[in-house]
């Protein structure tokens, strides 16, 4: 069993950074892949980013790429998601979550967060 928490949504304008991170309990954090999805209102939840479990291997969607970067520190259990550049489209709730593949597919993912808003302003 993994929980996880994400926490650093807030409000801000386009053009900013922010930096989300997500806790996870339990001492089997490193045998998880790792990810970010996000969902904005009306629309199916999105796959933006996964991590492999060493952190050396990494994919993302077009869409975010080259403005997000994920990262892990699997002796703090933790997965880092930095936001630059955002723009209004990244507009949503956004979640970790873990699995054992390195996969787009959200149903393919074992443990979701709750969830933390990002609200970019134009």
């Known amino acids: 069993q993994v929980q996880l928490v994400e926490s650093g949504g807030g409000l801000v304008q386009a053009g900013d950074s922010l930096r989300l991170s997500c806790a996870a309990s339990g001492r089997t954090f490193s045998r998880y892949i790792m990810a970010w999805f996000r969902q904005a209102p009306g629309k199916e939840r999105d796959f933006v980013v996964a991590?492999?479990?060493?952190?050396?291997?990494?994919y993302y969607a077009h869409s975010v790429k080259g403005r997000f970067t994920i990262s892990r520190d699997n002796a703090k259990n933790l997965v880092y998601l930095q936001m630059n550049s955002l723009k209004p489209e990244d507009t949503a709730v956004y979640y970790c979550?873990?699995?054992?593949?390195?996969?787009?597919?959200?149903?393919?993912?074992?443990?979701w967060g709750q969830g933390t808003q990002v609200t970019v302003s134009s």
């Open positions: 991590i492999s479990r060493s952190g050396d291997s990494t």
């Open positions: 979550a873990a699995g054992a593949l390195m996969v787009v597919d959200s149903q393919r993912y074992d443990y």
